[in-house]
């Protein structure tokens, strides 16, 4: 989706990341998306485990004997695809979290929660409490960018997230009726994500996180799999694209 931003500026092309954070590709206003718990464990998600040792969400059951897929999906049927992408999906429950979780899938390296870091983009300021972020955190993706991480407040703040990404994509639509076509934040059950380039995101697809996307022209191709997002409108896919 994206090459390297330099710092507090971004290419002008997520053409979005979001974690995309845009997750894939970057806008003609230059938005990127690609979004411990208290004993730092997140639930949900490949890298997760659940309190007894095994692997977070149940769809693993339901999936029989199939496949492994993309993401930790599994082949078999959209069915199935879909509830094991939704049940691997990580829910942090911390900002603190959501970073650590990250780090184990790609280079997060001073991770930090502190508001006035000076590593956060201007954008960042539009993704606040009325799109249901309380913190946000950030760190160094290894090259010349940086990952930006925004928790929301449970389900019901990330569904006002997704709502509120759902009309920043419409009206830029106003403008581009592509815009954003390939998705936008990696969204976990609780947080979301900007990651700055390609090599950040590959990373992701790993992380059980899956891509927002809110433009209706959108149309998965090849074996890209699709989920219910909590609004209507949007969708949550595993295509994690550069």
């Given at each position: 989706?994206?090459?390297?931003?330099?710092?507090?500026?971004?290419a002008?092309?997520?053409?979005?990341?979001?974690?995309a954070?845009?997750?894939?590709?970057?806008?003609e206003?230059g938005?990127?998306?690609?979004?411990?718990?208290?004993?730092?464990?997140?639930?949900?998600g490949?890298?997760?485990?659940?309190g007894?040792?095994?692997?977070?969400?149940?769809?693993?059951?339901?999936?029989?004997?199939a496949?492994?897929?993309?993401?930790?999906?599994?082949?078999?049927?959209?069915?199935?695809?879909q509830?094991?992408?939704?049940?691997n999906m990580?829910?942090?429950g911390?900002?603190?979290?959501?970073?650590?979780?990250?780090?184990?899938?790609?280079?997060?390296?001073?991770?930090?929660?502190?508001?006035?870091?000076?590593?956060?983009?201007?954008?960042?300021?539009?993704?606040?409490?009325?799109?249901g972020?309380?913190?946000?955190?950030?760190?160094?993706?290894?090259?010349h960018g940086?990952?930006?991480?925004?928790?929301?407040?449970?389900?019901?703040?990330?569904?006002?997230?997704?709502?509120?990404?759902?009309?920043?994509?419409?009206?830029?639509?106003?403008?581009?009726?592509?815009a954003?076509?390939?998705?936008?934040?990696?969204?976990?059950?609780?947080?979301?994500?900007?990651?700055?380039?390609?090599?950040?995101?590959?990373?992701?697809?790993?992380?059980?996180?899956?891509?927002?996307?809110?433009?209706?022209?959108?149309?998965?191709?090849?074996?890209?799999?699709?989920?219910?997002?909590?609004?209507?409108?949007?969708?949550?896919?595993?295509?994690?694209?550069?």
């Amino acid at each position: 989706m994206i090459s390297p931003a330099p710092p507090r500026t971004l290419a002008a092309v997520f053409a979005v990341v979001a974690l995309a954070v845009t997750v894939s590709a970057c806008d003609e206003d230059g938005e990127r998306e690609v979004g411990a718990s208290d004993q730092g464990v997140v639930s949900g998600g490949s890298g997760a485990s659940g309190g007894d040792g095994t692997s977070g969400g149940d769809g693993a059951s339901d999936a029989g004997d199939a496949n492994p897929g993309r993401n930790g999906g599994a082949s078999g049927g959209p069915h199935v695809r879909q509830k094991m992408m939704l049940d691997n999906m990580p829910e942090a429950g911390t900002v603190m979290a959501a970073g650590e979780y990250l780090q184990r899938f790609t280079t997060c390296e001073r991770y930090s929660i502190d508001p006035s870091d000076e590593r956060y983009y201007p954008m960042d300021e539009k993704f606040d409490v009325s799109w249901g972020v309380r913190f946000r955190g950030t760190c160094d993706d290894g090259g010349h960018g940086y990952i930006r991480v925004f928790k929301t407040d449970g389900t019901d703040g990330m569904e006002r997230f997704q709502s509120a990404y759902k009309a920043d994509v419409a009206e830029r639509m106003k403008r581009d009726e592509r815009a954003a076509i390939k998705g936008g934040f990696a969204i976990g059950k609780d947080f979301a994500v900007i990651a700055p380039d390609g090599g950040t995101i590959r990373d992701l697809s790993a992380s059980g996180l899956l891509v927002l996307n809110c433009n209706p022209n959108f149309r998965p191709t090849g074996d890209v799999a699709t989920a219910p997002a909590l609004v209507e409108g949007c969708v949550l896919t595993d295509e994690f694209v550069a």
